[in-house]
């Protein structure tokens, strides 16, 4: 099944602890992105990957980083989170432009 | 500063009849856009999309309206079913790099 995975679906961290949620496609797609949702905001895109080793800054990159050492991986790393960025995270991924995104079923984090 | 707008939180609509969502965008390089539906504790899943160069595109009860002088979409779902409740977003981007998403717009069906 075609599909976007990401783990895991719910993660509670304490501030400073580096933690990294994983995205992985079965797509081939070139294109992998990470969002954020939070109340009234809708989705933010924290950073975007045209390809393997290619990776851009999207709207609130700030405490975040990513890498696409492979296509089909695009790790989400917090190095040292704080409580605002607990939020919904979803990955996702798309063949090329323009074509739709395919989205994974989410990472709920909560940071104290 | 938001470049995709959805000024209606929700929207209530009889079973039957037609559902309209809005979407405004400020960014005129904007040149491909989409609509999304997404349930509680999913991620959000593809409906239709359309490009700059049409100003209508229909997928059977989903049609998109696209009118770039006013920077404005739209969403009609005719008819609406009690299923199609959900929050839908819609999206816009400039050549496919980034995505640009509005706040969501929550939809009821009612039976």
């Known amino acids: 099944e075609a599909q976007v995975t990401q783990n895991p679906r719910y993660l509670i961290t304490v501030t400073g602890k580096k933690l990294t949620v994983t995205c992985s496609q079965n797509m081939n797609h070139e294109y992998m992105s990470w969002y954020r949702q939070d109340p009234g905001l809708g989705l933010r895109q924290i950073y975007y990957?045209?390809?393997?080793?290619?990776?851009d800054k999207g709207d609130v990159p700030e405490g975040y980083k990513v890498s696409r050492k492979e296509k089909r991986n695009f790790p989400l790393i917090l190095e040292s989170p704080s409580p605002n960025q607990t939020s919904l995270y979803f990955c996702?991924?798309?063949?090329?432009?323009?074509?739709?995104?395919?989205f994974g079923n989410g990472t709920r984090l909560t940071v104290t | 500063d938001q470049q995709v707008k959805q000024n209606s939180p929700s929207l209530s609509v009889q079973e039957g009849r037609i559902s309209i969502l809005n979407c405004d965008y400020t960014n005129s390089m904007f040149d491909y856009f989409l609509w999304y539906k997404k349930y509680p504790a999913e991620g959000p899943t593809f409906l239709i999309s359309i490009s700059s160069i049409k100003d209508k595109n229909e997928d059977g009860r989903f049609t998109v309206f696209l009118n770039k002088s006013a920077k404005h979409l739209s969403l009609h779902i005719v008819p609406s079913q009690p299923g199609d409740s959900a929050v839908y977003f819609c999206?816009?981007?400039?050549?496919?790099?980034?995505?640009?998403f509005g706040t969501g717009t929550s939809l009821t069906v009612i039976p």
């Open positions: 990957s045209m390809n393997v080793e290619v990776t």
């Open positions: 999206a816009a981007s400039a050549r496919g790099n980034q995505f640009y």
């Open positions: 996702a991924s798309s063949p090329g432009q323009p074509s739709p995104l395919h």
